[in-house]
Protein backbone atom coordinates (compact mmCIF):
# COMPACT_ATOMS: atom_id res chain seq x y z
CA UNK A 1 0.00 0.00 0.00
CA UNK A 2 1.57 3.76 -0.95
CA UNK A 3 0.84 5.64 1.92
CA UNK A 4 2.80 8.91 3.85
CA UNK A 5 2.38 8.57 8.03
CA UNK A 6 3.76 11.58 9.84
CA UNK A 7 5.13 11.73 13.61
CA UNK A 8 6.75 13.93 15.85
CA UNK A 9 4.21 16.71 16.20
CA UNK A 10 3.94 18.25 19.95
CA UNK A 11 3.58 21.55 21.60
CA UNK A 12 7.33 23.35 22.07
CA UNK A 13 7.65 26.72 24.12
CA UNK A 14 8.99 29.37 21.65
CA UNK A 15 12.54 28.97 20.34
CA UNK A 16 12.40 25.15 20.95
CA UNK A 17 12.81 22.21 18.61
CA UNK A 18 11.24 19.58 16.77
CA UNK A 19 11.71 16.78 14.63
CA UNK A 20 9.28 15.77 12.27
CA UNK A 21 9.07 12.04 10.47
CA UNK A 22 7.53 10.98 7.55
CA UNK A 23 7.70 7.08 6.65
CA UNK A 24 6.84 6.02 3.14
CA UNK A 25 5.73 2.78 2.41
CA UNK A 26 4.84 0.56 -1.38
CA UNK A 27 7.85 3.16 -3.22
CA UNK A 28 11.18 4.33 -2.35
CA UNK A 29 11.20 8.05 -1.66
CA UNK A 30 14.20 8.69 -3.39
CA UNK A 31 12.63 8.54 -6.49
CA UNK A 32 10.43 11.30 -5.96
CA UNK A 33 10.38 14.93 -5.38
CA UNK A 34 9.42 15.15 -1.74
CA UNK A 35 7.66 17.93 0.70
CA UNK A 36 6.42 19.41 3.92
CA UNK A 37 3.50 21.54 3.39
CA UNK A 38 1.84 23.39 6.72
CA UNK A 39 -1.75 24.50 7.22
CA UNK A 40 -2.27 27.44 10.28
CA UNK A 41 -5.57 27.93 11.72
CA UNK A 42 -8.48 29.16 9.46
CA UNK A 43 -5.35 29.34 6.80
CA UNK A 44 -4.22 27.84 3.46
CA UNK A 45 -1.52 25.04 3.28
CA UNK A 46 1.73 25.92 1.93
CA UNK A 47 4.55 24.38 1.18
CA UNK A 48 7.81 25.21 3.23
CA UNK A 49 10.47 22.69 2.23
CA UNK A 50 11.49 19.80 -0.70
CA UNK A 51 13.82 17.65 -1.83
CA UNK A 52 14.34 16.31 -4.92
CA UNK A 53 15.42 13.15 -6.26
CA UNK A 54 19.03 14.68 -6.54
CA UNK A 55 19.10 15.89 -2.80
CA UNK A 56 18.45 19.01 -4.59
CA UNK A 57 16.97 21.37 -1.59
CA UNK A 58 14.29 24.52 -1.13
CA UNK A 59 13.08 26.43 1.55
CA UNK A 60 10.33 29.20 1.55
CA UNK A 61 11.91 32.18 3.52
CA UNK A 62 9.83 31.64 6.59
CA UNK A 63 11.51 28.66 7.68
CA UNK A 64 15.22 29.12 5.49
CA UNK A 65 17.87 28.97 8.34
CA UNK A 66 15.48 26.97 10.40
CA UNK A 67 13.99 24.74 9.31
CA UNK A 68 16.13 21.13 7.38
CA UNK A 69 14.79 18.61 5.76
CA UNK A 70 16.14 14.97 5.28
CA UNK A 71 15.40 11.76 4.35
CA UNK A 72 17.03 8.66 5.31
CA UNK A 73 16.66 5.89 2.08
CA UNK A 74 17.68 2.75 4.94
CA UNK A 75 14.26 3.43 6.74
CA UNK A 76 12.77 5.13 3.61
CA UNK A 77 11.60 8.31 5.69
CA UNK A 78 11.47 12.07 5.09
CA UNK A 79 12.42 14.47 8.12
CA UNK A 80 12.02 17.86 8.79
CA UNK A 81 14.23 19.41 11.41
CA UNK A 82 12.43 22.63 12.98
CA UNK A 83 14.94 24.30 15.05
CA UNK A 84 14.23 27.98 16.59
CA UNK A 85 10.51 27.56 16.57
CA UNK A 86 7.80 30.51 16.66
CA UNK A 87 4.15 30.80 17.51
CA UNK A 88 3.45 31.60 14.16
CA UNK A 89 4.93 27.99 13.51
CA UNK A 90 1.59 26.95 14.89
CA UNK A 91 0.72 24.42 12.02
CA UNK A 92 -0.78 21.33 11.14
CA UNK A 93 2.36 19.69 8.82
CA UNK A 94 2.09 17.63 5.85
CA UNK A 95 4.46 15.35 3.97
CA UNK A 96 3.67 14.98 0.40
CA UNK A 97 4.98 13.29 -2.66
CA UNK A 98 5.11 15.08 -5.92
CA UNK A 99 3.21 13.89 -9.03
CA UNK A 100 6.55 13.70 -10.67
CA UNK A 101 6.53 16.59 -12.78
CA UNK A 102 9.83 18.78 -11.70
CA UNK A 103 10.32 19.32 -7.77
CA UNK A 104 8.11 23.23 -6.38
CA UNK A 105 6.24 24.24 -3.12
CA UNK A 106 3.33 24.06 -4.67
CA UNK A 107 0.29 21.98 -3.37
CA UNK A 108 -1.19 20.96 -6.71
CA UNK A 109 2.15 19.29 -8.18
CA UNK A 110 1.75 16.71 -5.09
CA UNK A 111 -0.43 13.87 -5.86
CA UNK A 112 0.14 11.51 -2.31
CA UNK A 113 -0.54 13.23 1.13
CA UNK A 114 0.21 12.19 4.61
CA UNK A 115 -2.42 12.39 7.05
CA UNK A 116 -0.85 15.10 9.03
CA UNK A 117 0.70 15.99 12.75
CA UNK A 118 0.00 19.06 14.76
CA UNK A 119 2.63 21.73 15.76
CA UNK A 120 1.85 24.05 18.47
CA UNK A 121 4.21 26.79 19.66
CA UNK A 122 3.83 28.93 22.76
CA UNK A 123 5.25 32.03 23.85
Known amino acids: QVQLVESGGGSVQAGGSLRLSCAASGYIIGSYCMAWFRQPPGKGREGIAN???????TYADAVKDRFSISQDSAKNTLYLQMNDLEPGDTAMYYC?????????????????WGQGTQVTVSS
Open 51 to 57: MDSDGST
Open 96 to 112: ARSVGRGCYLDSWTFGL
